[in-house]
């Protein structure tokens, strides 16, 4: 897909395309995928499906605090949720107050979100005197797109008095909707009339044992615009054994276990470290050793990135030092979507590594 | 005649401080004066010593972050409201001054200065008379 960008591997005339998504960043090798009327169709209903699993009707109000544009948990959800019938609160990402105000004022019933804004949401609902199960309608959330625990889970559950499900889905498939938790919440259903699922070992490339954990990789069956044979998602998981209780017979997908390359996901962004390491070599006042250190603070994921200064520093110079800290978070902020906190550090402090360096240190509660 | 100063960039770690001072005590470089500034990130150590540019060669190999740095260093004689007539003249001829600190040696006031505008400042200095210190 990286090879081809933009449009090398679309399967029909782009005139018969109606939308594509593409990855984030400028630098970290982006990829497009691209979407008939169809295939839009196609998504809408399995994430709709989805929805009308754990609950979901026509009489519910949903919200969406999803970024909209180019993330596709913005308009995956929004089709999905017409599609089902219910009246939709397209809110978008951030303001929480106003968030709060929609979920008052509009009575909305189902919401998505991240896990790490789950969380948010509940802080400023604190902040400003509004008990969810008291002055909102909440039940049900989708929570996706960011690794959480279970004991994230509950704890969303416990502060909002509402069901949490995860939600699955990559945009190289089309977006969430892929595999969803069920009412169950033991395995997200991964939808076996979409795609053909197996689970390899990332090194040999064989089928794994069923169970044992391994690399995601994916066979799309009814897309038209870019199908896609055997894909490599990189997320490694594995296949829970036995039947659901709940009777459905699509198999079911354990939590995400990590990557098998060097991807982070931050807040529903994915970055790639090349990002990161692109932008910093372009200032000769920084040496090349970096670290990538992701933490959760008051529930919110952030992300620190520390860096040597080169010979060419002029330590002597606060207000240089100052705006040094401030056009790197500016840069990598425009690359990566997030805001990290960048710490500037005296040339040899990073230890270093026999080897392999490590570049991503990942002290977030999750799993 | 300005005086070089070494400026040592520091992680807000125990320890880094006492290192920065036992490498130029184990080289035999003798501490004029030292003045630490601090951010919550980070912190920059300025030093002035009797051998700068070994206190630079020293420092860089030991692995710190470094910089020289030209100052101004002006004496001042013993007695009140001098100090406020050397900033003053720079003041009036427009020159402005990163940062300044001071300190006593051989028993008279030093005031150290750093500024971008050094042709400026050593006419200001010539201009009111001003004395610069031989450290």
Avoid at chain 1, 160 to 179: D, Q, R
Avoid at chain 1, 284 to 299: H, P, Q, Y
Avoid at chain 1, 324 to 335: G, M, N, P, Q, V
Wanted: proline share 4%; glycine share 8%.
């Amino acid at each position: 897909m990286r090879d081809t960008y933009p449009f090398g591997i679309a399967s029909i005339p782009l005139d018969q395309c109606v939308r594509l998504h593409s990855s984030s960043g400028t630098t970290g090798n982006p990829t497009v995928v691209l979407h008939s009327a169809k295939d839009l169709h196609e998504w809408a209903n399995a994430l709709a499906r989805s929805l009308w699993m754990v609950g979901c009707r026509p009489e519910d109000v949903f919200q969406n605090t999803s970024g909209y544009g180019m993330f596709t948990g913005g308009l995956g959800f929004q089709y999905a949720a017409e599609m089902l019938g219910m009246l939709t609160v397209p809110a978008g990402a951030g303001n929480t107050l106003r968030q709060l105000k929609f979920f008052t004022d509009f009575g909305t019933t189902v919401v998505h979100a991240i896990p790490s804004y789950a969380a948010r949401l509940y802080e400023v609902m604190c902040q400003q005197g509004i008990d969810p199960r008291r002055d909102t309608k909440l039940k049900i959330m989708a929570i996706g797109a960011e690794p959480h625990s279970e004991d994230t889970r509950k704890r969303i559950e416990e502060m909002l008095g509402l069901k949490a499900y995860n939600s699955f889905g990559m945009s190289e498939m089309c977006g969430p909707g892929v595999a969803f938790e069920c009412k169950e919440q033991n395995g997200m259903h991964i939808w076996e009339d979409y795609y053909i699922v197996e689970i390899v070992d990332p090194d040999t490339l064989e089928p794994v044992p069923e169970g044992e954990v391994g690399e995601l990789v994916l066979t799309t069956l009814n897309r038209e615009a870019m199908p896609l044979l055997r894909y490599r998602t990189r997320d490694l998981t594995r296949i829970l054994p036995g039947k659901c209780p709940c009777g459905r017979e699509h198999k079911r997908l354990d939590r995400m276990k990590g990557r098998s390359d060097d991807m982070i996901i931050l807040k529903g962004v994915n970055i790639f470290p090349i990002q990161i390491e692109t932008i910093l070599a372009q200032y000769k006042d920084l040496a090349s050793d970096f670290l990538i250190t992701l933490n959760t603070v008051e529930d919110n994921d952030d992300m620190t990135v520390e860096v040597e200064l080169s010979e060419l520093a002029n330590v002597d110079d606060y207000a240089y030092l100052q705006n040094l800290s401030k056009d790197i978070t500016r840069k990598l902020r425009d690359e990566i979507l997030v805001t990290p906190k960048v710490k500037l550090l005296p040339k040899g402090a990073l230890p270093r590594s026999e080897g392999k360096a490590v570049r991503v240190k990942d002290l977030r509660k999750k799993y | 005649m300005t005086v070089q100063q070494i400026s040592v960039f520091l992680e807000n770690k125990s320890g880094s401080l006492a290192k920065v001072f036992r490498t130029l005590s184990d080289a035999g470089i003798q501490l004029i004066t030292s003045t630490l500034a601090d951010t919550a990130d980070y912190g920059v150590c300025r030093i002035l010593c009797d051998n700068p540019e070994k206190a630079y060669s020293v420092l860089s190999k030991e692995g710190f972050s470094v910089t020289k740095t030209e100052v101004f260093a002006i004496v001042l004689d013993d007695r009140p409201g001098r100090a406020a007539d050397a900033i003053a003249c720079f003041a009036e001829g427009g020159i402005s001054i990163s940062y300044l600190y001071s300190f006593l040696y051989e028993g008279k006031g030093v005031l150290v200065f750093r500024t971008s505008e050094m042709e400026k400042a050593v006419a200001l200095i010539a201009a009111n008379g001003l004395v610069e210190a031989k450290l």
